[in-house]
């Protein structure tokens, strides 16, 4: 069994910064792809950012520049950091991993999402 878990979100004033964490744990054997998704009220879920076990990151148009994603492999941790908000970052944002367990099956799991609100 895996599980993401993700901390860190929560309201922000516009130009403000926050940063997510994501954690995975269980039995895993390797962890390859990691990533960020985020869906906002009426809309459908879209990417943020991924990376990749070596470190390779790809970002949605609309954050580049502002987010910033990594990883410590050693956590099987993923990080968001997130600065200038505005306010239409505002969504639920879900973590997104693809995991070898130690079953040798690759899996893709989701995290349980955490609220980012963006507001004066």
């Known amino acids: 069994q895996v599980q993401l878990v993700e901390s860190g979100g929560g309201l922000v004033q516009p130009g403000g910064s926050l940063r997510l964490s994501c954690a995975a744990s269980g039995s895993i054997f390797r962890i390859n792809a990691m990533g960020w998704y985020r869906q906002a009220p009426g809309n459908e879920r879209e990417l943020v950012a991924t990376?990749?076990?070596?470190?390779?990151?790809n970002y949605a148009d609309s954050v580049k520049g502002r987010f910033t994603i990594s990883r410590d492999n050693a956590k099987n941790t993923v990080y968001l950091q997130m600065n200038s908000l505005k306010p239409e970052d505002t969504a639920v944002y879900y973590c997104?991993?693809?995991?070898?367990?130690?079953?040798?099956?690759?899996?893709?799991?989701w995290g349980q999402g955490t609220q980012v609100t963006v507001s004066s």
């Open positions: 997104n991993a693809a995991i070898l367990g130690t079953t040798m099956r690759l899996y893709d799991y």
């Open positions: 990376i990749t076990s070596g470190g390779g990151a």
